[in-house]
């Protein structure tokens, strides 16, 4: 379990959250501190005052994966297999098995075209992918995701989900603005302007949010309202 | 006026886009998938990249403006004031159209992606332009932003808009569809009979025609006018 006791960064205040394993959507309007939250989370932003630990250890002790929402900002490297194997190589992974772990992830996400490529030349939504394999390649426990599906179609989002549940994560994290995504996610988080406004499975927030237009389209249709 | 790609063909190690076509005035929506080219074909659309072979030939067209991908490529300013002034456009009516108001003196670079974006798209569709080639101008938008972007774009009369984009939740009532389907531009024609034979179309409207409903148009409020829809 994820706990977050009376954090406090700039606007941001939560003063109790807990939240399970599993896969987390985090949705609200432009502006409302998701990316702050997710960062404070991924331990790369630190809170004024208030705690967050996983199962009672710091949240910097914990291998976390992350992937910014702007795909540019995740690039280190020249070449996408390069990319990929950073975390490895990081870790002083010998080369021949971390090559050997690019290949098979690559592969395993029918991605294998990219691994040559420059990361120059790839689009937005190329980048983007790569950056997920790379977050994952680690196996991390914890796996935060800003808006990276923004960038992608839907058949792109459909490999991104399949390479998450692969991943292995206990805990996902996920900002998005797409609905239908985040009421399949198992539990959804919705920040507003005020802060964390709800908390809870799809449909306890969702069924609080049928007058917005976060309310997903397919729900909507489905109910006939 | 019109815009027209004569056989034109990029190719790199890994990449190919082939297309010919013309774009009459009206809204044109382009999709295809990642790494298809959409974003090669509005460079090439708005003159920033020449194609390995073919011509764009331009008819009547005189202002031009292409909207990147990402907002934060477009920045020339060091406040959102001087970012607007750069559009040559008044800050409070352009910060009060991005919902951004009293936020003269800010950074540009501490807004979020979407606020940048909603900011970015503020002063592009603040102006007119012959041709407005908007490459995924609602990625990073959440659904109150895309929904009221998209009736922005959707009212715009006059000249050719080309809407490059793979969302495929909130989206504009246009006249024309195309789509990138194995690195080739397809004309699939004018809008509803072009969402037919749409192949990639949003799950949302691959529902509806499963169930054979058909909507007038792709707005949110075309496709729950056809949800709700008693009659043919």
Known sequence: MIDIADLRFRDLAIPRLHIPPGHTAVVGPNGSGKTTFLRLIAGLLTPISGTITVDGREIGEIETGFVNEFPDRNILFYRVRDEIAAPLRFRGISCNKTLEMVDAIVSRAGQAHLAPRLLKQLSGGEKTLVALLTAVISSPRILILDEFDSHLDQESISLSMDIIACSGAEYVIQ????????????????????????????????SRLRRTCFYPILWRIRDGT | MELEFVDIRVERDYFLIQGAGIFAPGIHLVSGRVGSGKTTLAMIAAGLKTPDSGRVKRHGIGSVMLSMQFPEQHLTGSTLESEIASWHLQPCPVLALAGLPGREKDDPFSLSRGELKRLHLACILSRRFDLLILDEPFSALDCREKMATADRIGSIRAGITLIFTHENQHLPRVDYLWEIRESALEFLGS??????????????????????????????????????????
């Open chain 1, 175 to 206: 900002c998005t603005q797409n609905m239908e995504l985040a009421a399949s996610c198992d539990q959804v988080l919705f920040l507003s302007e005020k802060g964390l406004e709800l908390a809870g499975t799809p449909e306890e927030v969702f």
């Open chain 2, 191 to 232: 809008v509803p009979d072009a969402l037919v034979g749409w192949k990639n179309k949003p799950s949302v409207l691959a529902d509806l025609h499963k169930r054979g409903v058909y909507p007038k148009n792709l707005s949110t409020a075309d496709i729950l006018e056809a949800a709700c829809r008693t009659h043919d």
